[in-house]
């Protein structure tokens, strides 16, 4: 990791609070890594010592040791206030005092865990800097130092604000140096779906129309809008999970082998599945809205901020299909809602069934399907359900499973975000979304986005959500073309 300065806009902010101090104290402790030097940015009218004081009390909620704590923060951490994000004078002069303060050569990361609104002017500015600094643009020397740009989530709210800015990032940054987040990429067992898939032939042999017959991906949350009602009123769980996290897991579990390990090898993979990805039709969605409940007296209506008559999905389930060589026919089925009764992330690959069936169940049932079911979290692992014969007479057959426990053998991981930003240090853009895979995973929704013509489906807080979403689960797979007649 070579030296550099981490400008964090947004410092005052809950993202930094939750996830970033922790993962950058824990990245920038590890052996071998350089002295930190954090600028913070905010609008709040703080100071160094008031921005060290929220990492240190972030740092120590994690079960960091309190003096490491303050030590680590009143040595990294400092402050920049501004009044206008189009306006960043009061940072670039921090920034280049600083570098002189600690002997530093230039080398910049600049991430963005900023409102969208604050996006276009924020890059602008930057954008204009960076080309005088003769970073980026058309006279960048060769021994310019690196500068790299890194975007949270939500990258646009559909396809046309996600076309204006990649417009304006690609107006003052090449694609290589941006690094948009999505948090998922950074989780190891969603990196492991690369591992599993393509070091393990035997499953990579059975992964295609031939032998499956539907994939679900699950991301159940127990938690709710409440208190983020600012943010998440209007925009939503298609917004919020399912155009990102789900279609990232979606892609991964569909693309094709890369020919490289590496960001453009797997990000043209992606890519090429969100392109052979049809528009999601309305018929081929359930919305639905957390209610009260039992243990709930609060549905999503009643949180603080939520509009009156709000129709802001809390749970959807969208069946994607595929037209291409691998997957034509085989129903994708992404699936989240918030308030669920358990937290839990799955893929589940649901295998065809033998084309003629032998052997019942104890239970005089017909077999049931083999299942593989990779459980990003929590027990992340896998489990394969199959079926054996029941001991005694006759061949009644029962279901069992194999399983595997990540943690019971590993122990524990880093979180995502310390994945990605010590990634982001090092230049490797592997985990990180390409502009035209923004676009794309916004394209594949375009439909089902503000469409009034979609019901919101209450359903009670601590339930599995709508009744109607078995009914799409197990619709018939998607029509095969018909078969005809005519001769060509
Ligand atoms: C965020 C969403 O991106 O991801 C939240 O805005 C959601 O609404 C969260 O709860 C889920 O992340 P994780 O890592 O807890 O599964």
Same mark, same amino acid.
């Given at each position: 990791m070579d030296p550099h300065l981490f400008v964090l806009f947004g410092a005052t902010g809950d993202l930094a609070a939750v996830k970033l101090f922790p993962a950058l104290y824990h990245v920038t402790t590890r052996?071998?890594? @350089?002295e930190p030097t954090i600028l913070g940015v905010g609008r709040?009218?703080?100071d160094d010592a008031r921005l060290q004081a929220a990492a240190v009390s972030s740092l120590t909620e994690g079960g960091v040791d309190e003096s490491d704590a303050r030590a680590w923060a009143e040595a990294a951490l400092r402050y920049a206030r501004v009044t206008? %994000?189009?306006?960043l004078a009061p940072v670039f002069d921090a920034a280049a005092a600083l570098e002189e303060e600690r002997d530093l050569e230039g080398e910049r990361v600049y991430y963005l865990a900023l409102p +969208?609104?604050?996006?276009p002017g924020t890059i602008a500015s930057l954008g204009e800097h960076e080309a005088e600094r003769g970073t980026v643009g058309d006279h960048v020397a060769e021994d310019a130092p690196w500068v790299r740009l890194v975007i949270e989530k939500?990258?646009? #709210?559909d396809l046309a604000s996600a076309r204006e800015l990649n417009a304006i990032v690609h107006e003052h940054f090449p694609e290589d140096v941006v690094y948009r987040i999505d #948090? %998922?990429?950074?989780?190891e067992t969603v990196q492991n779906l690369l591992v599993f898939r393509f070091a393990n032939a035997f499953f990579e042999s059975a992964w295609t129309r031939q032998d499956v017959e539907r994939v679900e991906i699950t991301v159940a949350e127990t938690n709710d809008a409440a208190g983020r009602a600012g943010y998440f009123d209007g925009v939503g769980t298609l917004r919020d &999970?399912?155009?990102?996290h789900l279609t990232q897991l979606f892609a991964l579990t569909a &693309?094709? @082998?890369?020919?490289?390990?590496d960001a453009e090898g797997i990000r043209s993979e992606k890519i090429k599945v969100l392109r052979s990805? !049809?528009?999601? !039709? =309305?018929?081929?969605v359930i919305l639905g809205q957390y209610a009260s409940g039992p243990d709930d @007296? *609060?549905? %999503?209506?009643? #949180? *603080?901020g939520v509009a009156e008559g709000s129709r802001t999905e809390t749970f959807a389930t969208v069946r994607l299909q595929l037209d291409n060589w691998r997957w034509q026919g085989v129903p994708f089925i992404l699936r989240t809602g918030k308030r669920m009764p358990a937290r839990v992330s799955e893929i589940a690959v649901v295998f065809r069934r =033998? +084309?003629?069936?032998l052997f019942q169940t104890s239970g005089g049932c017909d077999p049931t399907p083999n299942v593989l079911r990779l459980r990003l979290? =929590?027990?992340?692992g896998f489990r394969l359900s199959f079926d054996v014969k029941t001991p005694g007479n006759g061949f009644g057959v029962s279901t069992q499973e194999l399983s595997f426990d990540y943690e019971d053998r590993f122990g524990a991981f880093p979180d995502a975000y310390e994945t990605l930003l010590a990634d982001i240090v090092r230049g490797d853009a592997t985990l990180f979304v390409h502009g035209d895979e923004a676009e794309e995973a916004w394209r594949v929704y375009s439909e089902i986005?503000?469409?009034?013509?979609i019901e919101v489906h209450p359903y009670p807080s601590r339930?599995?959500?709508?009744?109607?979403t078995e009914t799409l689960i197990q619709? @018939?797979?998607?029509?095969?073309?018909a078969a005809s007649d005519d001769t060509c």
């Open positions: 052996e071998g890594a @350089p709040s009218d703080w206008a %994000y189009d306006d +969208p609104s604050a996006f939500p990258f646009g #709210h #948090h %998922y990429l950074g989780k &999970m399912i155009q990102n &693309m094709d @082998p890369p020919a490289r390990l990805t !049809r528009t999601a !039709r =309305p018929d081929a @007296p *609060e549905g %999503y209506a009643d #949180h *603080e =033998p +084309p003629v069936t979290q =929590p027990d992340e986005l503000d469409n009034d013509a339930t599995w959500g709508p009744d109607a619709a @018939p797979p998607t029509e095969e073309v």
